[in-house]
Each structure stands twice: as structure tokens, then as C-alpha cells.
């Protein structure tokens, strides 16, 4: 199964909603994960099952999508949100991530 | 706290072989599968292979199928992961990760990585 992300890069003003889409080759229900990566550090679990947010993660991120379609959404977009943002199907056989998407500020 | 450590990593010429190892702690080991993630230098992330408590199911990338072998010790809470036949290609940092629950779960906890860098 392939992941497609999109766009591979946006930039964006302090305080604008960006979206981020991810796109299956098959099906994957709901198993669909959003990763955070900044710069120099070691990935940060925001989203899985496609839209429940992890533990501690700011509500300005959303996720939504099932079967094959998906996006995150950053509503009010925060200096500290420059990263790369990686999508990841993790049901059975390889858990393919996305080519991932690098978000900056205007 | 859920603690995951790697270790091995380093420096490798074309077609020698490398161990590298994830200790974890802070949590029941034998009930997790454990997954191994690589990034290679300025790319973006990369499943590498997966392995259930049991050892009863085992994926692997296409790119490391044949050439990589993921175990586990449960009786040492570690994962290790046999790279044979490294290719240049191979140069990354590997993560160890965790699920955020038992089965099918994303990967809530990553360990700081090893970086393996395979060059003659």
C-alpha cells in the first residue's frame, strides 16, 4: 500500500488554518496515524485512529478521513508548528508512512 | 516511563554485516509488538520492520526483505535487528518504536536512534 502526501511543502502565516492530506492506495479504515518531526528531533505521535488526538497535543490539530482519503488540519498555525508532518498506515503488513509534508512560516 | 535505547550503530563498509539492538523499559515488554523505523540523512521516515510479542508475525520493507532480520529477547526486554549485505542506501538513524496500546497502534514512544553508516 502506498501513502501519498500532499503538498510536500506549504507555508503559512501565524494564525492561518493549513491542511495537509494523505492519500492510500487501498483501503485502511481508520488506521491512520499523523506524526510531527521538528527540526533536529525524534517524531511526536499527534493524530491516530485518523482523528483522535494523542494525549497532550494541542486541539488546534484535527484529523479526519477514513478508507482512503485523510487530512490534519492546523487551525491557527504557531511558530512552534514549523516541522515535517508524516502520515502512517499501521494495520497489517508494511505500516508505510507518507514522503511527508514541511510546513514554514511566512 | 517507557524508556527505548538503541545501540550498535555505526560505522560499516558495502556488504559487511551489523547488529544493532532497542533495551526497553517502564513497561510489560511481552505485550507490545516492536517496530523498527530508519531516516536517512535530510529524508523522511522509513518502516523498516515489525515484530509481534510472540514473534509470530514479521514484516518487512521491500528495500530490507532477505537482507534484515528482526528478533527479540523477552527474558532481556530487548529487540534487535541483524542487517546483513549493507548497501550505502542503508545509511540512516534507526528508531526503535512502540505502539501507543497493544496490536495494531501507532507509535507513540521512539527511542533517540542509532545511526548505522554504511560507506567504503
Known amino acids: 500500500i502506498q501513502m501519498t502526501q500532499s503538498p510536500a511543502s506549504l507555508s503559512g502565516s501565524i494564525g492561518d488554518t493549513v491542511t495537509i492530506t494523505c492519500r492510500a492506495s487501498q483501503d485502511i479504515a481508520t488506521y491512520l496515524a499523523w506524526y510531527q518531526q521538528r527540526p533536529g528531533s525524534i517524531p511526536k505521535l499527534l493524530i491516530y485512529?485518523?482523528?483522535t488526538l494523542q494525549s497532550g497535543v494541542p486541539s488546534r490539530f484535527s484529523g479526519s478521513g477514513s478508507g482512503t482519503d485523510f487530512t490534519l488540519t492546523i487551525s491557527g498555525l504557531q511558530p512552534e508548528d514549523v516541522a515535517t508532518y508524516y502520515c502512517?498506515?499501521?494495520?497489517?503488513?508494511?505500516?508505510?508512512f507518507g514522503g511527508g509534508t514541511k510546513v514554514e512560516i511566512k | 516511563e517507557v524508556q527505548l535505547v538503541e545501540s550498535g550503530g555505526g560505522l560499516v563498509k558495502p556488504g559487511e554485516s551489523l547488529r544493532i539492538s532497542c533495551t526497553a523499559s517502564g513497561f510489560t515488554f511481552t505485550t507490545y509488538t516492536m517496530h523498527w523505523v530508519r531516516q536517512a540523512p535530510g529524508k523522511g521516515l522509513e518502516w523498516v520492520s515489525s515484530l509481534t510479542s510472540g514473534s509470530a508475525d514479521i514484516a518487512y520493507a521491500d528495500s530490507v526483505m532477505g537482507r534484515f532480520t528482526v528478533t527479540r529477547d523477552n527474558a532481556k526486554n530487548s529487540v534487535f535487528l541483524e542487517m546483513n549485505s549493507l548497501r550505502a542506501d542503508d545509511t540512516a538513524v534507526y528508531y526503535c518504536?512502540?505502539?501507543?496500546?497493544?496490536?495494531?497502534?501507532?507509535?507513540?514512544?521512539w527511542g533517540q536512534g542509532t545511526l548505522v553508516s554504511v560507506s567504503s
Open positions: 502512517q498506515k499501521y494495520n497489517s503488513g508494511p505500516r508505510t
Open positions: 518504536t512502540r505502539g501507543a496500546f497493544p496490536g495494531y497502534s501507532a507509535y507513540a514512544f
Open positions: 485512529a485518523a482523528s
